[in-house]
């Protein structure tokens, strides 16, 4: 980043912990997050603060929403671009910044967050059981205990 770029980090991500997607996608981005790069807000959290400015609770069910540390508002597939650049997983959505591939992920992500709630947990559990446990191992090593 230069130094005239505007500032993403610290990236505050909103999230539904009410859909099991999202909560455990969210946690496992929080067990990667070892540059404390990512803030994460549950919408539904007792403490919510409310939405970001511009913004309804109902735009953050619509779509998962972020806010840069310069306070621009992200929306949607960038949101996840963002994320995993900051844990170092970039690869994982390079795909999506592809001249057709980024516009097809644009019009099918709000698709898959309208229908997010029919997904069953164990498919959910099984897309990101592995990838949660190896970064706890990451965070913590092999053999020792450690607080997420």
Do not use: K
């Not at 997607?21 to 539904?44: H, K, Y």
């Amino acid at each position: 980043m230069t130094a005239d770029a505007p500032a993403l980090y610290p990236l505050t991500l909103y999230y539904d912990s009410r859909c099991a997607l999202c909560s455990t996608e969210m946690g496992n981005l929080m067990r990667r997050d070892r540059a404390g790069l990512l803030r994460f807000e549950d919408i539904w959290a007792p403490g919510f603060e409310g939405p970001p400015p511009g913004t309804t609770r109902e735009d953050l069910l619509t779509l998962i929403h972020a806010r840069a540390a310069d306070g621009r508002v992200l929306r949607g597939v960038e949101v996840f671009r963002r994320a995993y650049e900051a844990v170092g997983l970039g690869w994982v959505t390079a795909a999506t910044r592809l001249p057709v591939l980024g516009p097809l992920a644009d019009r099918l992500y709000p698709v898959l967050a309208r229908n997010r709630y029919r997904l069953p947990r164990w498919l959910v559990s099984g897309l990101f059981e592995r990838a949660s446990q190896r970064a706890a191992r990451q965070r913590c090593g092999p053999d020792g205990p450690c607080r997420l």
